[in-house]
C-alpha cells in the first residue's frame, strides 16, 4: 500500500474515535491510505484551519470530519479547503445525535459538507472510497465488487426468512 494519505480522518476528541474508526476500516479494506488526527475547532482553532489549509498540499483527496454536539469541524474545514469534505454526525449522551446531525448538514449555499447519517462513519469510509474512485477504474472495479457481495448477502437473507 502507498502510504501518503489519501484520506483525512479528523474528529474533535479522541472520545469520537469508537465512532471514528469504522471510517478507517472501511478505507482500509479498499487498500486506501489514510491518516487520523484529533484536530478540535473549538479548543484548538489554529491548529483546526491550519490542518484545513494545509490538507491538499499535502496530498490528502478527502476529508471525513467527525464532530458531536456543537459539531462545527466538518464546516470549518470545508471552508478553507477545496477538497470534498464529509462529516459524520458523532452521538453524545444528549439528543441522540441530532444536535450534531443538524449542526454539520445545515451548511449555507457555497460550502458544502456531504454528510452522512448519524454515527455512521462507514459510509463516509465509503463514500471517499466512491469519490476517489470516480478517476480510478481499478478502484471502481472493486465497488463493484464490493456492492454485488453486499446484495448477495441481502439475498442469502431472504432466503433464511423464506425457509
Ligand atoms: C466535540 O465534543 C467532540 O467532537 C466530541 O464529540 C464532544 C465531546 O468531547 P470530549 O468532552 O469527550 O472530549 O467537540
Given at each position: 500500500m502507498n502510504s501518503q494519505p489519501r484520506v483525512g480522518i479528523v474528529m474533535g476528541?479522541?472520545?469520537d474515535w469508537p465512532t471514528m474508526q469504522a471510517a478507517a476500516t472501511a478505507l482500509a479494506e479498499f487498500d486506501i491510505a489514510t491518516e487520523a488526527d484529533v484536530v478540535s475547532a473549538h479548543r484548538m482553532p489554529d491548529e483546526m484551519l491550519a490542518y484545513g489549509r494545509e490538507a491538499h498540499a499535502r496530498g490528502l483527496e478527502v476529508i471525513i470530519a467527525g464532530a458531536g454536539g456543537a459539531a462545527h469541524l466538518p464546516g470549518m474545514l470545508a471552508a478553507v479547503t477545496p477538497l470534498p469534505v464529509i462529516g459524520v454526525p458523532v452521538p453524545l449522551a444528549h439528543l441522540d445525535g441530532m444536535d450534531s446531525l443538524l449542526s454539520i448538514v445545515q451548511?449555507?449555499?457555497?460550502v458544502p459538507v456531504a454528510t452522512v447519517s448519524i454515527g455512521n462513519a462507514r459510509n463516509a469510509g465509503l463514500l471517499a472510497v466512491r469519490i476517489l474512485a470516480a478517476g480510478d477504474p481499478g478502484l471502481t472495479a472493486r465497488m463493484l465488487d464490493f456492492q454485488a457481495a453486499l446484495a448477495e448477502a441481502a439475498r442469502a437473507k431472504g432466503a433464511v426468512v423464506r425457509g
Open positions: 476528541s479522541d472520545s451548511m449555507p449555499a457555497g
